[in-house]
Nanobody, 123 residues
Framework: VQLQASGGGLVQAGGSLRVSCAASGFTSDNYGIGWFRQGPGKAREGVSRISSRDGTTWYADSVKGRFTISSDNAKNTVYLQMNNLKPEDTAVYYC?????????????????WGQGTLVTVSS
């Protein structure tokens, strides 16, 4: 499985940004794609995930109502739309995959990782 994250950048507080994760190489249709982030001096934390089979989603409390995860199966790409960004959202954002799908958002539970993309939110 290969994952390629892209779309990070610099944005002002209150702005929006969309990051993308191009995924390939799955051996079945039962997997999950998740977004994690790691801010300066912080541990990596789960942000959101989506199931390949039924599209169910999960969000961390800190991003509920501001972030939306979606998938474009034709493009094998998962998106994380981030609105009303705050300085505390500044982090390297990683996409990860778990095959088969699992609900744990602990980083060690995920099987494959992309290279990360930096999101910086200025105040």
């Amino acid at each position: 499985v290969q994952l390629q994250a892209s779309g990070g950048g610099l944005v002002q507080a209150g702005g929006s940004l969309r990051v993308s994760c191009a995924a390939s190489g799955f051996t079945s249709d039962n997997y999950g794609i998740g977004w994690f982030r790691q801010g300066p001096g912080k541990a990596r934390e789960g942000v959101s995930r989506i199931s390949s089979r039924d599209g169910t989603t999960w969000y961390a409390d800190s991003v509920k109502g501001r972030f939306t995860i979606s998938s474009d199966n034709a493009k094998n790409t998962v998106y994380l739309q981030m609105n009303n960004l705050k300085p505390e959202d500044t982090a390297v954002y990683y996409c990860a995959a778990a095959q088969p799908f699992r609900t744990s958002m602990r980083p060690w539970a995920w099987d494959y990782w992309g290279q990360g993309t930096l999101v910086t939110v200025s105040s």
